[in-house]
């Protein structure tokens, strides 16, 4: 029974939200120079991770530590630090007619619970924006990263208690089923969990848990070329939404092509043959492609490649004959993260941005951007793809909520 890891979390939030904000930031500045002088040793652990999975899985990427990640890491931990704090943060401020003055200030959610998949470096990223914005946090990540996240959560534990904080702020909970499962109902110690991951992963959290969910990861990418888009952005913009990483969340999965630009696609896609990138194609699509593109990374596409997260060197196109085709396409398979148009019409890309629901919707960019710290926002627990509480990148603004503070003179109600 989990119940008193839960009890002792939520005790020890309590304290965070009067934390000074200096303390804060010396604790994520030495949480940064313990990753770097550490880095050996977590690269180790995180290989043991690694031993366990085949190269060739998808999640490999994400799971991988190397020593320019962890210096990443440690680079993310010191800008963490220099954001402005989230908290106590006047919102609204007024006097009613009874004279009592009412203030809106910001206040953090309180004890956070992150479901997460084969990415140790979320075990940093989460800890560090929940400290920032006055949160604990609970910790269940997945048996792929194992031994990288108790690794850490160690270096993170002891760096507390050298700053002379309860260290039971974080907790990492084992990596069996049961785990989860108990968290999930962890009704009255946890204030909202945010699972990180497979469309499988949300889809079983958002089923099962008692506790308020946000539900953040998951990533069915679509980019609309439409009749009027320029040939050389939307081949720059294609291959780099594709190929730049392959195993997060706002890559590429879908490209529409309008059907009068069919005889484009082979430039638009020319690029992606040098990254060996399988493509899924409709009948029309595929027969264009035929002798411009490699014949052994070529497919018919099925139903299942429309609505596929990848997260590989994998990539579906569908032939539309018009921006309302691209658009009902979007809408039946999106997962309301990020959309691109690449249009020089401005009356189409004014139809597209105003009609996709989604979180981040683009023209003439690459989806790559949609990102806590490229929004300028410095970092992000990860992308909501709902419309409660927070959409986008999930900052340090977004995880706080906030509460009403009222001062009367003796004050009493007719």
């Not at 206040?107 to 949160?135: H, M, Q, W």
């Not at 148009?341 to 890309?349: C, G, K, L, T």
Request: glycine share 6%.
């Amino acid at each position: 029974m989990l119940k008193n890891t839960f009890k002792s979390v939520q005790e020890a939030s309590r304290k965070l939200p009067v934390l000074k904000e200096e303390k804060v930031n010396q604790i994520l500045t030495a949480l940064a120079d313990k990753a770097e002088k550490n880095t050996i040793k977590i690269i180790a652990e995180n290989r043991k991770d690694l031993e366990r999975m085949p190269e060739t899985d998808p999640k490999y990427d994400r799971l991988k530590l190397t020593e320019q990640r962890i210096s990443d890491i440690a680079k993310d931990l010191r800008n963490v630090a220099t954001l402005p704090s989230p908290l106590h943060i006047t919102l609204e401020k007024r006097t009613l007619t009874s004279g009592l003055r009412l203030e809106k200030v910001t206040v953090p959610l309180g004890v956070i619970g992150i479901i997460y998949e084969s990415r140790p470096n979320v075990t940093f990223d989460v800890f560090a924006l929940c400290l920032k914005s006055g949160n604990a946090c609970i910790l269940k990540g997945g048996s792929d990263a194992a031994y990288s996240n108790k690794f850490i959560v160690d270096l993170i534990q002891e760096v507390l208690i050298a700053q002379g904080i309860n260290p039971k702020i974080v907790a990492l909970l084992p990596t069996d089923r049961e785990a989860t499962h108990e968290l999930l109902g962890a009704v009255g110690y946890v204030d909202v969990i945010i699972p990180r991951g497979s469309q499988n992963l949300i889809d079983y959290v958002r089923d099962n848990s008692k506790v308020p969910v946000i539900e953040t990861g998951a990533g069915i990418v679509h980019t609309y070329f439409d009749a009027s888009g320029d040939i050389e952005k939307g081949a720059a913009i294609i291959f780099n939404s594709k190929t730049r990483r392959v195993s997060v969340c706002n890559a590429l999965d879908c490209l529409i092509i309008h059907q009068s630009r069919l005889n484009d696609l082979p430039a638009l896609t020319q690029k992606l043959a040098e990254k060996n990138v399988r493509i899924y194609a409709d009948e029309k699509a595929l027969n264009t492609l035929r002798g411009r593109y490699p014949e052994a990374l070529l497919e018919i596409a099925e139903e299942k490649h429309f609505g596929t997260e990848f997260l590989d060197y994998k990539m579906s196109i569908k032939t539309a004959a018009s921006i309302e085709q691209a658009l009902d396409h979007i809408f039946r398979y999106g997962s309301k993260h990020s959309e691109a148009i690449v249009a020089e019409d401005r009356n189409a890309i004014d139809i597209f941005l105003k009609n996709v629901d989604a979180a981040a919707v683009y023209a003439n960019a690459s989806t790559a951007f949609t990102d806590g710290a490229q929004f300028g926002l410095g970092a992000e627990i990860g992308i909501s793809t709902q419309k409660l509480h927070a959409r986008g990148p999930m900052a340090l603004r977004e995880m706080t909520s906030y509460k009403w503070l009222i001062e009367g003179d003796g004050t009493i109600r007719d």
